[in-house]
């Protein structure tokens, strides 16, 4: 049975930052390309960011530049850093594992869900 647990997700201000951590257990960690997404209120599932098995990185242009995805194998972890946080990235952010030789860039990739953290950027 594989798990995602998230941590990290809060309450800040326009411009501040945070770190979403998502811890993967059931299975070995490396067997997964990892992923970002978020589901704001009356809104779709979206894509956020994605790392494959072996590090290679992409983001949707809107957090391009501003978040940044990372995984540590040793820990069975990753990372979503997000900086100059907007009131526009408020939503529910899910951490995703899929065994896809491809990027997590759509939910259909997604073979597993974290049950996901609470992100709020008051402006």
């Known amino acids: 049975q594989v798990q995602l647990v998230e941590s990290g997700g809060g309450l800040v201000q326009a411009g501040g930052s945070l770190r979403l951590s998502c811890v993967v257990s059931?299975?070995?960690?490396?067997?997964?390309?990892m992923g970002w997404f978020r589901q704001a209120p009356g809104k779709e599932r979206e894509f956020v960011a994605a790392?494959?098995?072996?590090?290679?990185?992409t983001y949707a242009d809107s957090v391009k530049g501003r978040f940044t995805i990372s995984r540590d194998n040793a820990k069975s972890t990753v990372y979503l850093q997000m900086n100059s946080l907007k009131p526009e990235d408020t939503a529910v952010y899910y951490c995703?594992?899929?065994?896809?030789?491809?990027?997590?860039?759509?939910?259909?990739?997604?073979?597993?869900w974290g049950k996901g953290t609470t992100v709020t950027v008051s402006s």
């Open positions: 995703a594992a899929g065994e896809s030789v491809f990027l997590l860039t759509a939910v259909n990739r997604v073979d597993y």
């Open positions: 059931g299975r070995p960690f490396t067997t997964y390309s």
């Open positions: 790392i494959s098995r072996g590090g290679s990185t």
